[in-house]
């Protein structure tokens, strides 16, 4: 069954989703699209959406966002 996430900014691009182990939530990064008429992109921000109601969250209270590292390895 496919629910629309919601909650997050306006605009923003998913990234890297990620399920729960118990299938709950899904752990995701948010990022501004940056391109050449939007306003400069923001770092990266971590996210946490309940599966049953779609409903987004910053995964860290607001004055406590950290940055993410944006290096990945395969």
């Known amino acids: 069954r496919c629910r ?3 909650g997050y900014p306006e605009g923003s691009w998913i990234n ?3 399920w729960s182990p118990d299938g709950t939530k899904i ?3 948010v ?3 940056g391109g050449p008429y939007d306003p400069p992109r923001r770092p ?3 996210w946490v959406a309940d599966a049953a109601t779609g409903q987004a969250r910053p ?3 607001p004055g406590e966002q950290r940055l993410l590292n944006t ?3 395969e």
């Open 4 to 6: 629309p996430i919601r």
């Open 27 to 29: 752990a995701f990064t």
């Open 59 to 61: 995964a860290m209270p």
């Open 71 to 73: 290096v990945f390895d």
């Open 44 to 46: 990266l921000e971590l």
């Open 31 to 33: 990022r501004s699209p």
């Open 16 to 18: 890297y989703a990620s």
